[in-house]
């Protein structure tokens, strides 16, 4: 997931870095203001999303596999820790009732 998430902050870094130049080219628009620094993060960002979507596929089904391997260790886990506590919750019973 780390590796994702790096590789996702890159491809923003370099639509940030394009959009900051046509900006400051005067290719792409200013904003209104005092906003251009907003105005250039929200195209960048607009810009990096479609970009990351197609091109980090393969490596966002790879991370998917690994959180659903990860959710499904747990849920085993915490059915093995239910499984434990009710039998020795049965036990108590039993003996609490043998007495």
């Known amino acids: 997931m780390l590796r994702y998430t790096l590789m996702r902050l890159g ?3 370099g ?3 394009v959009v900051w130049g ?3 080219s005067g290719i792409a628009p200013r904003g209104l203001g005092d ?3 907003l105005w250039v993060v929200l195209l960048a960002l607009l810009i990096s999303a ?3 979507f197609v091109v980090l596929r ?3 089904d790879r991370a998917s596999v690994q959180v659903a391997q990860r959710v499904d260790r747990m849920k085993a886990n915490l059915d093995a820790n239910r499984s ?3 039998g ?3 036990t108590t019973r039993v003996q609490g009732q043998a007495s």
């Open 11 to 13: 491809i923003f870094v």
């Open 15 to 17: 639509c940030l870095v």
């Open 22 to 24: 046509a900006v400051y």
């Open 35 to 37: 906003s251009n620094g």
């Open 50 to 52: 479609p970009i990351s």
């Open 58 to 60: 393969k490596e966002r």
């Open 84 to 86: 434990q506590e009710d």
């Open 88 to 90: 020795a919750d049965d």
